[in-house]
């Protein structure tokens, strides 16, 4: 079993920036990708940014120049680094991974979420 937990979310001001962080803990397994959706309250839940297994990079339109993603290998962690934050990405925003364990097919896993508030 490997959980990953996100943290880092909060409440910041039009303009401001945020760093979320994804950690992801278990028994011998690795990440192979590690995407962020966020869902606003009353929307559905949709693709923000993507980081592949050799670091590989992509984003949703209303991020690109605004947030970027990256990852540590070895501590099997992956930030989303948000800066000019606007209203509307108020959401959760949710760590999502490919994770690979030795002997099974590999599986997308999801964490629970951090919520993102930026205040007008």
């Known amino acids: 079993q490997v959980n990953l937990v996100e943290s880092g979310g909060g409440l910041v001001q039009t303009g401001g920036s945020l760093r979320l962080s994804c950690t992801a803990s278990?028994?011998?397994?690795?990440?192979?990708?590690i995407n962020w959706y966020r869902q606003a309250s009353g929307k559905q839940r949709e693709f923000v940014a993507r980081?592949?297994?050799?670091?590989?990079?992509n984003y949703a339109d209303f991020v690109k120049g605004r947030f970027t993603i990256s990852r540590d290998y070895a501590k099997k962690t992956a930030d989303l680094q948000m800066n000019s934050l606007k209203p509307e990405d108020t959401a959760v925003y949710y760590c999502?991974?490919?994770?690979?364990?030795?002997?099974?097919?590999?599986?997308?896993?999801w964490g629970r979420g951090a919520q993102v508030t930026v205040s007008s």
């Open positions: 999502n991974a490919l994770v690979s364990i030795p002997g099974t097919s590999a599986n997308w896993q």
């Open positions: 980081i592949n297994n050799v670091g590989g990079t």
């Open positions: 278990g028994s011998a397994f690795s990440l192979v990708a």
